[in-house]
C-alpha cells in the first residue's frame, strides 16, 4: 500500500502461499502420492482398479503404472511422480519403494520444521545420510556372476513376486534370463544390457503357461499377399525402409492425355517401375522382404510370382530388432540394395496366434535380439504379466551389468538404518537430527512389508533389528511366516542399482520440495484450474473418471 492506495505486483487471480503454509501443503501433496501406492508393496500387497473417463480398465500393483495413470495436478505431487518414473527407466523396478520412502522422508521433515530446525540444515543432513547410506549398501552388496542362472532366476522371481506374473515365476524367471543373456554384449571387460532388444508381444488366448521364448522375432503382420510362400527355409533377408509404390511428384502437376494409347502407355510404364523395383530385390539374392512402408498390390503380385515373402508397413523398432537378430542393413535406396546387405534366418513361417497371423523370424544365430510371446486368458491378465516380466527383464539386466545385488525383505534398510544411527552420533550438530530421521525414514520398507502382511510393524522392526545386532546382516521379514530369516536363504534377492537409485531419487526430490517456502500459481495456470476454482492453486489429485477419489490438502 501506498498512501492508502494498493500496488498489484501480481497479476489478477495470481494465488500465493508463502512459509510454513506452503510446506505443509507441498508435504501433504506428496504423503498422499506416497499413501495411494503404499498397500501395493511387497508379496502381500493388494492391486489396484483404474478406471478412465471411457471406462477403460487397469488393474495393477504396479508403483509407476498407477502413478503414470492417475490425473494428478498438484505440482509437488508431480515431483514425487517423477521420482516414480526415473526409478523406473533407470532400473525397471523399486517404484514403490522409491515414492512412499520420498513420502517418509517429507513426513519426517516435517516433524522437524515444527521444531524450528532450518529446511537448509535438513537437507544437508539428508544429503550426508544419502551419501553413506549408497556407500553403506555397496560394502554389503553380494556379487553375481553371468554364468551364474540361478542366482539370476532367483532375482528374475523376487521382483515378480506379488504381481500377477509370480504364480508361474519359475517358468517366467527361466524365460527372462535367456532372453537376456541372449541380448548382452560384452564391452570391454563389462556386460551391457539393451532391455528394448527383447520384444515383448502379448496375444490373447491360450494361458500363461504358453508363455514363450522365440530366438529370433515375431512381427505381428502377415505376408502382404495370398500367392507368397508360407514359410521360407534360410532365407535371405532385405530390410527395406522405402515404398515399393510408384513416386507422386512433390509439386503439383498435370498430366493431359488426350489418346487412350497414351494412358496404356501411362499405366504400362508405373508397372514397369514396380517391376523394376522387385526385380531389384530379386538380383540382390533376398526371398524375403520386411519394408517399413506400403507395397504395391501390383508389387506384391510381381514378389509372389517370384516366391518372395513380403511384410509392410513394419514398424521402426522392429525393423531394428531384424536388423540385430538377422544381420540384415536396412537399406534406404533400392538401388543400393546388395548381397552384403542380407540378412539369415533358418526359418520364416507365417503362423495364426489367438486369431491373428503373425511372421516368425526363428532360427537366427547368435542374435541379439529376441522375442517372449506372452500369453493369457484376457486382456487384463496379459497386460499385467507384461508389465511384471518388464520389471524382471530390467532387474536381470541390472545385475548383469552391474554383478552386484543386495538383500531384500527390508533386510538392508534396517543395516542402512543401524548404519546411519551411528554416524548421526559422530556427526553432531542439528544435521543429527535430520540424518536420524533419515535413518527412521528407511525402516518404511519394513514396516510397510509387515502392514500389509497383517503383521505388527513394531513387533517387526525390532525382531529385524534385534537379529542384525547380532551380526545376521541379511536377515529380514519373511512375510509369509511373520519369522526374521536369512533372505539368502529365501532367495529374496534385488539388483544393487534398484536400493542405490531409490535413495537417490527420493533424498534428491525431497530436498528440493523442503527448500520451497513460497508457491505462486498463476490464473489458469493448473489444468482446469483444478477443484480450487478459476486461478486457484489445484487443491489435489483428481482420480481416472473415478477410478480414484480426489485427494485434498
Known sequence: MIGGTPIFVLKEGTERESGKRAQSKNIAAAKAIADAVRTTLGPKGMDKMLVDSMGDVIITNDGVTILKEIDVVNPAAKMIIEVAKTQDEQCGDGTTTAVIFAGELLKLAETLLEKNIHPTLITE??????????????????????????????IAQTSMTGKSAGDLKDMLSEIVVKAIKA??????????????????????????KDTELIEGIIIDKERVHDGMPKNVKNPKIALVNSAFEVKKTEVDAKIQITDPSQFQKFLQNEENILREMVDKVEKSGANAVFCQKGIDDLAQHFMAKKGIYAVRRVKKSDMEKLSKATGAKIASNLDDLSASDLGTSGLIEEKKIGGDQMTYVTGCKKAKAVSILIRGASEHVIDEIERGVHDALSTVADVVEDGKMTAGGGAAAIELARELRSFAIKTGGREQFAIEAFASALEVVPRTLAENAGLDPINTIIDINKAHSTGKKYHGLNVHTGQIEDMRALNVLEPLRVGV???????????????????????????????????GMPPGMGGMGGGMDDMDY
Open 501 to 535: 537409485q531409490a535413495i537417490q531419487a527420493a533424498s534428491e526430490t525431497a530436498n528440493m520440495i523442503l527448500r520451497i517456502d513460497d508457491v505462486i500459481a498463476a490464473k489458469g495456470g493448473a489444468e482446469g484450474g483444478g477443484r480450487g476454482g478459476p486461478g
Open 183 to 208: 541380448v548382452a554384449e560384452k564391452d570391454g571387460k563389462k556386460w551391457k544390457v539393451d532391455v528394448d532388444n527383447v520384444k515383448v508381444e502379448k496375444k490373447q488366448g491360450g494361458s500363461i
Open 125 to 154: 543432513g539428508f544429503r550426508l545420510a544419502a551419501e553413506r547410506s549408497t556407500e553403506t549398501l555397496s560394502s554389503i552388496s553380494m556379487d553375481v556372476d553371468m554364468s551364474d542362472d540361478e542366482t539370476l532366476k532367483k
